[in-house]
């Protein structure tokens, strides 16, 4: 039996409403810029104020980042991605201690009292940045689970490896590696990422391995305010050295951001835009954004898989950590996997060694964005057909009808 044509206008319809409901996945996702914005976690999403990485270093006087007014009203995407709740059931990272090499940390901030140890200018956090990254790697959520970070058990350690303007060097994010690694970190995250690489820096990333740490670093900087069009693929450090897990941001449909500095050697893509935790003042909260953001939740992931698996080595953790990511051209990390999953004998899943040096990932912004145009014309390809099925189908009827509505003055027989 033939379907009236009312039922194809139906058909039609629900098509379009699907084709609509697909297209804004289609377009290539945009890196909002760190300013009062929402999130990207649902439908209705939130306004908060961004978390800069530092303050500009021009300005005549330093204004530290003031306190946010605003507070998150739901878990964001980032968490949800990572699946923490279920995590948590399993491990904490309780015992184990994250050194985070950032702006520093205000060890009273919400979420993080009790479990952040810093001293002398380490405990002084303007620009903000350090603050909201032990948030992510260790916060407890103030009182709620919307907002806990990947490894709420784990200390923070806080180092500071940037002025008090937030611009990393070489001398100081070297520094602090050495202090990090005397004090017996088991995992460093470098929120820095070095533009040329240091033989001091290069000798303290090999200590602290030899000591027994897992360093996770930033892959890129944050993008310039200028753009990115004119800056060549390039490899930024400590990120590049040997042995040190590298991560690069992501959006929630698993791409890089389109203004994302291009490198090479990327072991990890993580949470790096729309993504919510506290500051150093207030108990308001922020978004933040960036590579090291995404190092922030790789860090209290290898925190988490330490607390379930202390005899592991570094390199057997980092091994563990991209084995069992979401496998992609990036591997998207993947903390409940990373600390469930039983590898076989060698310790890595098929196809997954990781070698001692970074492993080249190519850049996929290019192939991603083709991908999206792609669907797009497939979709309206697609509504293109059904509309001519649809007229093949209705005109000849209507004719037939004397262009009456049907029911109206006859009946329509099939």
Known sequence: MRMPARGVARLLSGTGLAAALLLPTAVPAQAAPLSRLPAADGKKGQELPGMPSALDPDADAVTCTPASREKAKKQDWSRQRLDLDRLHQYSTGAGVTVALIDTGVVPGAAGLSGRVTAEGTAGD?????????AGLIAG??????????VAPGAKILALRGTDQRGQASADLVTQALREATEAGADVIAVAASLPRRDAELTR???DARREGALVVAAATPDPPRGGTDEIPS???WPAGEPGVLSVADMLP???????SLATRGIDLAAPGAGVVSGGPRGDGHYLGAGA???????AGAAAAVRAVRPDDSPDAVARRLTATAYPADIPQLDPYAAVTTVLGDSGTAAGAERAADPVAVRDTSAADRATDRAMLFVLLGTAGVLAILWAAFALPRARARG???????GTDKD
């Open 204 to 206: 303290a990333v090999a």
């Open 140 to 149: 407890t959520g103030d009182g709620g689970s919307r907002l806990t970070g």
């Open 292 to 298: 090291s953001v995404a190092t922030a939740y790789a």
């Open 253 to 259: 449909g698993g791409v890089r951001p389109d203004n």
């Open 234 to 236: 390039r490899t930024y």
């Open 125 to 133: 956090d303007c620009v903000g940045h350090g603050t909201f990254m």
């Open 403 to 409: 262009w009456r509505p049907a029911g109206a003055g």
